[in-house]
């Protein structure tokens, strides 16, 4: 089943202006990861959170992990036309084993219009 | 040259025949993985394997097979393929302590 839910499912915004991505999990995690997707290509990694961090920054992505409620954000500040993809969460529930195995969200879909 | 190279990327097949979907990486990473993607559904964990000697089921390992012959190289079977099978697979390679995954461009599958 999946861990992740992502939220909204599809998000249509004007560029320059900021796109937020909710993601809600079941269990306790090690990390939580998003992905970028463009249309029918693969996976590329974003940004990595860890259970003990509360927010992190990178470039114009900014992440907020809330253990108390299972839950994380994604914003795209500024967005760009080029932004438009699917954005999806992972979590790697696999605490203090030392592996990782991520499970996926089933992902929103960013729509950045110029 | 792509890091993790999915081989073919495009297959259409019919019911009940076998497939093997192929994957090598460059990247020297002790971790591989194979996700299935369907629309509405996101990626779900078929098989994955954190060394060559070391073969996992994911959540959705039915119908599937994997063999894992070197570091580099980890193929995705299906004996007999079914229409349900229909989707898009993705490799990823991984490296023990950094969390993230690296993907391949996707194996697009359909079963007829």
């Known amino acids: 089943s999946q861990q992740g839910e992502e939220d909204p499912q599809a998000l249509s915004i004007q560029e320059g202006e900021n796109a937020t991505m909710n993601c809600s999990y079941k269990?306790?995690?090690?990390?939580l990861q998003w992905y970028r997707q463009n249309s029918g290509r693969g996976l590329v990694h974003l940004i990595l959170i860890r259970s003990n961090e509360r927010e992190k920054h990178s470039g114009r992505l900014r992440v907020t992990l809330d253990t108390s409620k299972k839950s994380s954000s994604l914003l795209i500040t500024a967005s760009r036309a080029a932004d438009t993809a699917s954005y999806f969460c992972?979590?790697?529930?696999?605490?203090?084993?030392?592996?990782?195995?991520?499970?996926f969200g089933t992902g929103t879909r960013l729509l950045v219009s110029p | 040259d792509a890091d993790v190279t999915q081989t073919p990327r495009n297959r259409i097949t019919k019911t009940g025949k076998r497939i093997m979907l192929e994957c090598s990486q460059t990247k020297g990473h002790d971790r591989m993985y194979w996700y299935r993607q369907d629309p509405g559904l996101g990626l779900r964990l078929i098989y994955y394997s954190f060394d060559v000697k070391d073969i996992n089921k994911g959540e959705i390992s039915d119908g599937y097979s994997v063999s894992r012959q070197a570091q580099a190289k980890f193929s995705l079977s299906l004996e007999s393929a079914i229409p349900n099978q229909t989707a898009l697979y993705f490799c990823?390679?991984?490296?023990?302590?950094?969390?993230?995954?690296?993907f391949g461009e996707g194996s697009r599958l359909t079963v007829l």
């Open positions: 990823a390679t991984g490296r023990q302590g950094t969390g993230e995954l690296f």
């Open positions: 992972a979590t790697d529930a696999s605490l203090n084993t030392g592996f990782q195995k991520l499970v």
């Open positions: 269990t306790s995690i090690n990390n």
